[in-house]
């Protein structure tokens, strides 16, 4: 009867416990997670775990990954019956460890193609091979990957269409091909259109032309991809808001895929159009490499004043855009440290090569935090 009581009056105490909030620890992805997807280009070293500093800022700060280089065609497919798995299966791994949005980059592009797709005339013959690319990749990572960068960068800077092999041989086709095989392979999977200037007004036209074509034959594609390579003095912002516009009324998701913003002077500044892919007589040029030693704080600034000027228009657009991508998790793994000049020393992300965040990183964090106050004052 004692232990019967006792019992009873354990039973009956009030819980006085006050269970806290979880209060989130304040990253990218926590921060703009009402507003889009946050994510970096992730290469060997990060998939491998071998680059294990990296690797915690991509969990702390991202929801998205997109993989640099390894499923390009010339890594995956480097034979017509050969395919290399490895390490895109870890790459996506990775993606699903950490419960993120896993982009596949890409399953059709000119460049980076396996040599002998360049050496196909025949036009059915090519249709044939394109279609088992699409069908053993996407099949296999079929609800593994959520969004396809399905044709990259088809189109010249004047809208009109790139006379790649793809286009010598099959014409548009090749196109409409390409999305139609995606989507049977993938039904769930958003479908991208991926491409680089796309803020420039004739290129901008042609993508136009290349959506409208593909809906009328009622074709799938669910995005518009707008490589986000830009510099410290351009863009316009207008120009890339007229595009988000543009694209927007289509009914295309936009995301901007491969941000980053150079530090430093490009040759085209001094030559103008850009024509050449190769300047080598600028190499150990100081001009073209004015901080090798280090960023400075005014140059920081500077930088700074370029993503807040940024994310205040993806902010304001946010109900179009799907996700922001930076092209590389910190400044010493950036492709800009060797293009178009190489052993340069650049600055075009959040985080410095000490993996630390630069002066940008904190600005545009500060800029969600005021925007976010705001909001909730005006409720």
Aim: charged share 25%; hydrophobic share 35%; with cysteine.
């Amino acid at each position: 009867m004692f232990l019967s009581m006792g019992w009873l009056a354990v039973s009956c105490q009030q819980d006085t416990t006050v269970t806290k909030p979880v209060l989130e620890k304040p990253s990218l992805k926590n921060s703009f997670k009402k507003d889009f997807l946050m994510g970096a280009a992730v290469n060997d070293g990060h998939i491998n775990g071998t680059d294990t500093s990296s690797l915690k800022i991509i969990e702390r700060e991202f929801n998205t990954i997109t993989p640099e280089n390894i499923m390009k065609w010339m890594y995956l497919h480097p034979q017509p019956d050969s395919f290399y798995f490895d390490m895109a299966d870890k790459y996506v791994a990775l993606g699903k460890k950490h419960d993120m949005h896993i982009v596949g980059h890409t399953l059709l592009w000119h460049s980076q193609i396996a040599p002998w797709m360049d050496e196909i005339k025949d036009p059915v013959e090519m249709a044939k091979q394109i279609e088992n690319h699409i069908n053993t990749i996407a099949g296999r990572y079929k609800g593994k990957i959520h969004t396809w960068d399905v044709l990259n960068e088809a189109l010249n800077e004047d809208g009109s269409y790139r006379t790649s092999n793809f286009y010598n041989v099959m014409g548009e086709s090749y196109i409409e091909l390409a999305f139609r095989l995606a989507a049977a392979a993938d039904p769930d999977a958003k479908l991208v259109y991926n491409d680089y200037n796309l803020w420039k007004p004739e290129k901008r036209e042609g993508v136009i032309r290349l959506v409208k074509n593909l809906q009328s034959k009622g074709i799938k594609i669910d995005g518009i991809g707008m490589q986000a390579h830009y510099s410290l003095v351009g863009p316009e912002i207008s120009d890339i808001e007229n595009s988000i516009i543009a694209y927007a009324k289509l009914g295309m998701e936009v995301s901007m895929t491969e941000l980053d913003v150079t530090a430093l002077p490009n040759p085209w500044d001094l030559d103008g159009a850009a024509v050449k892919q190769n300047y080598e007589e600028y190499e150990g040029d100081p001009v073209m490499n004015p901080y090798p030693n280090g960023f400075p704080d005014s140059m920081q600034v500077k930088m700074a004043d370029r993503y807040e000027d940024l994310f205040q228009l993806y902010l304001k657009y946010e109900k179009n855009i799907d996700r922001i991508t930076f092209w590389g998790v910190s400044n010493g793994q950036s492709w800009l440290n060797g293009w178009p000049i190489k052993g340069r020393t650049n600055y075009p992300l959040f985080f410095n090569r000490k993996n630390k965040p630069q002066v940008a990183y904190e600005r545009v964090m500060q800029l969600k935090e005021k925007k976010s106050k705001l909001e909730e004052a005006g409720k």
